[in-house]
């Protein structure tokens, strides 16, 4: 854990900065930074120290690349979501678009199985998502709406 502690201190300034430039919003540089710090945790035992700042920068810039991808995705989805809204949806007695306890990409995957039909593959095909990440999503948007289910019920 020493260890760990050193070069935590020694990188977490750099790495910050770093994500801040790459993101541009502070929050999200802060996440990234929890992130590539835990990941330097879990790995610490096969990475050579010599290589980290080279290493902490690395993975700073790939959590980065998927903030942007999920960025991209949910923009994408969140301008196109009329052309599916044409088939009607009584989730909840309103409409599935105008739960604002979803994210855009939540949204999208429970239009795409649930009213369109599709199974997990073939909306990871369609969004560019893997199947694990649809897996995700659509677990994480139904826990929502049984939250809100149990809430208007009572």
């Not at 990475?47 to 790939?62: E, F, K, M």
């Not at 599935?96 to 369109?116: E, G, T």
Request: aromatic fraction near 10%.
């Amino acid at each position: 854990m020493d260890e760990f502690e050193k070069l935590y201190h020694a990188y977490v300034d750099a790495v910050f900065r770093y994500s801040v430039h790459c993101v541009g919003r502070r929050e999200i540089a802060e996440e990234i930074t929890s992130d590539v710090f835990l990941a330097l945790y879990q790995n610490l035992e096969r990475i050579d120290v010599r290589q980290l700042p080279a290493w902490l920068y690395t993975v700073a810039r790939n959590r980065a690349m998927d903030y942007w991808r999920r960025q991209a995705l949910e923009e994408r989805y969140a301008a196109t979501p009329a052309a599916m809204a044409a088939q009607p949806d009584s989730l909840l007695g309103g409409s599935l678009f105008d739960n604002h306890a979803l994210n855009p990409v939540h949204r999208v995957c429970l239009v795409l199985r649930y009213i369109q039909g599709m199974n997990r593959a073939e909306i990871a095909r369609y969004t560019g998502l893997s199947e694990l990440q649809i897996k995700g999503h659509l677990q994480y948007a139904r826990q929502i709406l049984r939250k809100q289910i149990r809430q208007g019920s009572k």
